[in-house]
Every structure is written in structure tokens, then in C-alpha cells.
């Protein structure tokens, strides 16, 4: 059998009889490197072609995103919204409760009996009634009154 012997490009001894000047190239390497160039084109071609399945799937899932995008967009925009109204129906509630809450001690105020015994007597020229102006009646039942029955004398 006949030895192969390597190439390595650099020859070593006193028995080199002379320099290659170029390397032989090989048939079956060659066609095997055509083989794979082949093969990569065609693997190419195959990945960027796309068919027409392909196409209208992601056409329809590009769709439903952008759909979900603008539904989550409208959904967020009337949550602020409501947030605002609420917060300003929130004020409106406060503004009226401490009106009402000074309605409130403006009444109070009105309703003292010292304010309204002075109003009374001064402005009014009321007097309190003498023994003699007041009657005293003693009912006979407590929890029913004939409205127009005479009062006792005694």
C-alpha cells in the first residue's frame, strides 16, 4: 500500500528533491464543497420563502396584537378619566359636607336660648308671663287629648 503523506507545507531533511509550486486540489473536495454550496442555497431560499399559510397566520396575529394594543390603550385612557371624575366628585363631596357643617353651627348658634331670650325681651318687647296668666291643667289620661273639650275650671 502506498503511504499517504501529509502536507503540511513544510518539508524537512537533505532528501527534498524540490518545492511544489502549488498544491494539487482535489476533485472529490471540490465537489464536495459545491455539493454544500448547493445544499445552503437552496436551504436559503427555502427559509425566506414564505407561504401563503405563513403570511395569513402572521398577518392575523399582527392584527389581534395591535387590537389588544388599542383596547388596553382605550381601557387605560377611561381608567384616568374615571379617576379624575371620581377624585373630583371626591372635592365636590368635601365642599359640601363643611358647608353643610357650617349651615349646621349657624343654626346651633340661632337656637342658643340666652341669644333668643335677649332677641325677645329687647328687640321684641316680650315679658314672661305673671302667676296669674298661667293655668295649670291636670289631665285625667295621659296619652289621649280632646282638642276641643272645655278645660276645668278648678
Given at each position: 500500500?502506498?503511504?499517504?503523506?501529509?502536507?503540511?507545507?513544510?518539508?524537512?531533511?537533505?532528501?527534498?528533491?524540490?518545492?511544489?509550486?502549488?498544491?494539487?486540489?482535489?476533485?472529490?473536495?471540490?465537489?464536495?464543497?459545491?455539493?454544500?454550496?448547493?445544499?445552503?442555497?437552496?436551504?436559503?431560499?427555502?427559509?425566506?420563502?414564505?407561504?401563503?399559510?405563513?403570511?395569513?397566520?402572521?398577518?392575523?396575529?399582527?392584527?389581534?396584537?395591535?387590537?389588544?394594543?388599542?383596547?388596553?390603550?382605550?381601557?387605560?385612557?377611561?381608567?384616568?378619566?374615571?379617576?379624575?371624575?371620581?377624585?373630583?366628585?371626591?372635592?365636590?363631596?368635601?365642599?359640601?359636607?363643611?358647608?353643610?357643617?357650617?349651615?349646621?353651627?349657624?343654626l346651633q348658634s340661632l337656637m342658643?336660648?340666652?341669644?333668643?331670650?335677649?332677641?325677645?325681651?329687647?328687640?321684641?318687647?316680650?315679658?314672661?308671663?305673671?302667676?296669674?296668666?298661667?293655668?295649670?291643667y291636670d289631665g285625667q289620661s295621659?296619652?289621649?287629648?280632646?282638642?276641643?273639650?272645655?278645660?276645668?275650671?278648678?
Open positions: 500500500m502506498e503511504e499517504r503523506q501529509r502536507n503540511t507545507g513544510y518539508y524537512d531533511g537533505n532528501a527534498v528533491r524540490s518545492y511544489p509550486e502549488e498544491r494539487p486540489v482535489r476533485k472529490s473536495a471540490n465537489r464536495r464543497q459545491q455539493n454544500r454550496n448547493r445544499a445552503i442555497r437552496r436551504n436559503q431560499a427555502r427559509a425566506l420563502a414564505f407561504s401563503k399559510g405563513y403570511t395569513i397566520l402572521l398577518a392575523v396575529a399582527v392584527v389581534a396584537t395591535l387590537a389588544m394594543c388599542v383596547h388596553y390603550i382605550t381601557a387605560q385612557s377611561q381608567l384616568v378619566y374615571q379617576s379624575k371624575h371620581i377624585a373630583s366628585l371626591e372635592q365636590e363631596l368635601n365642599d359640601l359636607i363643611d358647608e353643610n357643617n357650617a349651615t349646621k353651627e349657624r342658643d336660648l340666652d341669644y333668643i331670650y335677649k332677641v325677645a325681651t329687647k328687640k321684641l318687647g316680650m315679658v314672661y308671663a305673671g302667676e296669674d296668666q298661667i293655668i295649670y295621659k296619652d289621649y287629648l280632646r282638642q276641643y273639650e272645655d278645660i276645668p275650671e278648678n
